[in-house]
């Protein structure tokens, strides 16, 4: 390994150590997603036209909501769970009622764009990769300017706080 490799999985342990402290001041207020809460949700989304009646039921209306506000990119192992529209990351939920309306998930919806253009849904187990290559990409930008481009890229799904913890920050600062 490289040093900044080195310096890299380091940023990562400190940074998933704080995220475990604030999560547990924060679980019950938080947008934060888990790796297997992601995947069932992305399961769910993309299999929903294949689900029977008893199935759908079976899953509760949580997997009505999801269906509103996700769509799935892609087949197997290299699909991406993406927000909806551009609007279902909007702080008020309401979108300008984009092309989707009631459209089930999956990969074919009419509301669901291009993967470059879409707002992919982060979770824990990527979350300081994707904080990561946000930050390279972006060449080194100061912090404001670096929440914009996450949200721009990942709605709401990197939570504020986990932008601002401190590991996150020097991720931001050493690189500069």
Known sequence: MTTNDNQKEEQRRIFDERMGEALKEKRGNTTYMTEIEHDDIREVVGRWETLTKEERRQLGTKSYSWLKKYAVVGVGSGAFLIYKDDDG??????????????????????????????????????????????????????????????KAKFGKSIPRFAVRQPSAQRVHDSNA
């Open 89 to 150: 990351a909007d702080d008020d939920g309401a979108g300008e009622g984009g092309e989707g309306g009631e459209d089930a998930g999956g990969t074919e919806g009419a509301g669901v764009q291009a993967l470059d253009t879409s707002k992919v849904v982060s979770h824990g187990g990527r979350m300081f990769d994707d904080l990561h290559s946000t930050h390279i990409a972006g060449g080194h930008c100061k912090a404001r300017t670096f929440e914009m481009r996450l």
